[in-house]
């Protein structure tokens, strides 16, 4: 947990660009905040765990009480979200300035693991695939590649101009905007939205739209970043301070997810704390039968703070990079390649 207005992570020239940029839009008032003020539950009880994101900006991150729902609060305003997420987000995000193809925002093979969750869940023949939030397209173009033996057409939206005419000179179906831009190609057989539902300013009615794309055995593939897993994520550093960005106004657990896509008239399939999960619209999901309590949260976040072992963790983490340049530095570049391709 933090309070600290420092940045927490080492940022490149380029996201302190963006940075700066940001910060300049909030203290002239041309970007605002805003507070939720209730969690989607509709409790208003909630404890503070941050004043501030892992770049510094001054937002909030409340833990709902009754349901234990993490929220940014207060977050950027939504009437600002499209300017953000066109002029901003990937460049203090990703440190990218100028996309290409090759532009991935999560990980590269995100779209064939997302295949090999799904396959045996997807129907026999052609398929229809739609992305929310598909940047340049790699991972729509990597579920295409992975279902080799049959027709693939897929489609996706981004509200990044930049990412949407790359994506385009890629050869894909990159539209810009949100899910209204798919609407004309529904029917989707399957529907992707890998680490988006976490950005929705209001999730219940986003995901509500969202199911107008798809017909009544679509499968709907969801993926946000799992608070109850940040001790397995080194992109984060082990760190819940790392973790936090302002980009993300909602912060799930599996059983949190579950909760609010019921809201919007989902059932769950599969999931797992990851969260990885994939939904049929339907009626609504039963309560399950283990959920993780807002008590059991702040409990692992004071354990990922405090424990020991994750400081050794976090401490070996960090110094990796620095042992890699003095092992360069000794070895010689080929010879500390070789060693590492053996690794």
Not at 55 to 64: D, K, R
Not at 240 to 257: C, G, I, Q, S, V
Not at 287 to 294: D, E, G, H
Request: glycine fraction near 10%.
């Amino acid at each position: 947990m933090t309070t600290s207005n420092r940045t927490p992570m080492r940022l490149s020239p380029v996201q302190h660009r963006f940075r700066e940029a940001l910060l300049g839009k909030l203290s002239t008032g041309v970007y605002e905040y805003e507070r939720a003020g209730r969690c989607l539950c509709g409790s208003t009880s909630s404890v503070q765990l941050a004043t501030h994101d892992r770049f510094g900006i001054p937002v909030g991150t409340v833990l709902c009480r009754s349901c234990g729902l993490c929220r940014t609060d207060p977050r950027l305003a939504a009437k600002d979200l499209p300017s953000f997420y066109n002029e901003i987000y990937h460049g203090l995000h990703q440190g990218i300035a100028e996309p290409d193809p090759s532009s991935v925002l999560f990980r590269i093979g995100q779209g064939e693991a997302i295949h090999s969750y799904l396959h045996d869940l997807l129907p026999d023949g052609e398929l229809m695939v739609a992305e929310i939030g598909c940047g340049t397209g790699n991972v729509l173009r990597e579920f295409q590649a992975a279902a080799t033996g049959r027709a693939v057409t897929v489609a996706g939206c981004e509200y990044a101009e930049a990412f949407v005419a790359v994506g385009r000179e890629a050869g894909s179906d990159v539209r810009l905007g949100g899910p209204e831009a798919l609407r004309a190609s529904a029917p989707f057989d399957v529907v992707i939205m890998s680490h988006v539902a976490e950005h929705f300013p209001d999730p219940v009615e986003a995901l509500t739209g969202v199911a107008e794309l798809g017909h009544r055995d679509t499968l709907y593939y969801v993926e946000v970043p799992g608070v109850m897993t940040i001790h397995r994520k080194p992109e984060y550093g082990y760190r819940f301070d790392r973790y936090l960005t302002l980009a993300h106004t909602y912060h799930f657990t599996l059983a949190t997810l579950v909760a609010t896509m019921a809201r919007a008239g989902f059932e769950m399939v599969r999931g797992d704390e990851e969260v990885r999960s994939v939904f049929k619209a339907g009626g609504r999901e039963a309560p399950m039968s283990n959920p993780v309590t807002a008590m059991e949260i702040l409990d692992y976040l004071q354990w990922l703070d405090r424990s020991w072992r994750m400081r050794i963790v976090r401490v070996r983490h960090e110094a990796k990079p620095f042992v890699g340049r003095i092992l360069r530095k000794v070895l010689g570049g080929r010879l500390y390649a070789r060693l590492r391709g053996r690794s």
